[in-house]
């Protein structure tokens, strides 16, 4: 027996290469380094027509930029865009509960709210509620089809800046009841009967329990629409109120040879706005995560520390072969 395993014949005589000198080709990808040479060709050539093209002005947009009106005009988009987001939000909520009440005329009065605003424009509702005064010059509270007890002039008490932030809470409400509904519909049914099973109130299992658990799907969705609620402030120009693209308007009424650098510097300050607001998003998301995800997702600079460190690690491993 151990004359026939010593006689054996080995099945290959070639020694094995060294560890040091094999050397692991990656897969070639001639069709992605193709288009990504395309696509920074083409931004290039888009970088530099921006920049060398006269007719935009560069030397107007720098000077309009920080201008005072610019400046008063992007404070009163920022005032309405926070009224405007906090009340809509919160009109949000009392409208999503209503659709997931078991009340008839709750939900059908939450039902036909949203239909309503999603349906017509803003631009529409915000030149309805400027010329309210035409149809109702006083408004009143008391007894219904009874004596009123205070009586308030139209007129005075709907402002520019009151018509604007009530036109756009309004719209905003129904978007955002529909956010919140969803949000609160993706919590787990076993979570809502975990609560029950303790015996805990309603109103603390909403705020304690389904509603922190619903921000994680409330949270993205509703910046996406607090990013277009901030473009959306660009409407209350129509109904007088002067804010950054107001501001932009009249400045390139009055100068029209600068319509172009001023709409460059309404479209600059409007990506600003919305970056910070991404920004922010991330961040909640990022914590809201927490205890759903093994890990929290690198930040910015994490993934920018990370990409060097693989980078150098590359590099070296280069340098060795």
């Not at 009586?151 to 604007?164: G, I």
Request: overall charge positive.
């Amino acid at each position: 027996m151990s004359e026939s395993l010593g006689s054996a014949v080995p099945l290959s005589t070639t020694e094995p290469r060294p560890a040091a000198a094999q050397r692991v080709l990656p897969l070639r990808h001639p069709g992605r380094w193709i288009a990504s040479a395309i696509v920074l060709a083409v931004v290039a050539q888009i970088v530099h027509g921006l920049a060398t093209n006269p007719f935009f002005q560069w030397d107007r947009f720098q000077y309009w930029f920080l201008r005072p009106t610019i400046l008063d005009g992007l404070l009163i988009t920022l005032e309405v865009t926070l009224y405007s987001a906090v009340l809509g939000l919160l009109g949000g909520i009392l409208l999503a509960l209503a659709r997931l009440s078991e009340s008839p005329v709750l939900r059908a009065v939450s039902w036909v709210y949203i239909w309503l605003f999603r349906s017509v424009p803003l631009i529409v509702v915000l030149l309805f509620l400027y010329n309210f005064s035409a149809l109702y010059k006083t408004l009143s509270l008391g007894v219904p089809f009874g004596p009123a007890f205070l009586t308030f002039d139209e007129s005075r008490l709907a402002t520019d800046m009151v018509v604007a932030v009530v036109g756009l809470s309004l719209n905003e409400a129904a978007y955002a009841a529909e956010v919140v509904r969803g949000g609160i519909l993706s919590v787990d049914q076993g979570q809502h009967e975990a609560a029950s099973a303790l015996g805990l109130p309603k109103g603390y299992q909403f705020t304690r329990i389904v509603f922190p658990q619903a921000l994680r799907s409330i949270t993205p969705n509703y910046v996406n629409q607090l990013i277009g609620l901030i473009k959306g402030t660009s409407l209350v120009f129509y109904v007088s109120l002067l804010d950054l693209f107001g501001s932009v308007q009249s400045m390139g009424s009055t100068y029209p040879g600068d319509i172009v650098p001023l709409l460059l510097v309404a479209t600059a300050w409007y990506l600003i706005l919305t970056s910070v607001v991404s920004v922010v998003q991330f961040y909640v998301e990022r914590y809201y995560s927490r205890g759903a995800l093994r890990s929290l997702p690198p930040t910015p600079l994490q993934k920018v520390r990370t990409g060097l460190r693989d980078l150098r690690a590359r590099a070296r491993k280069e340098a060795a072969i």
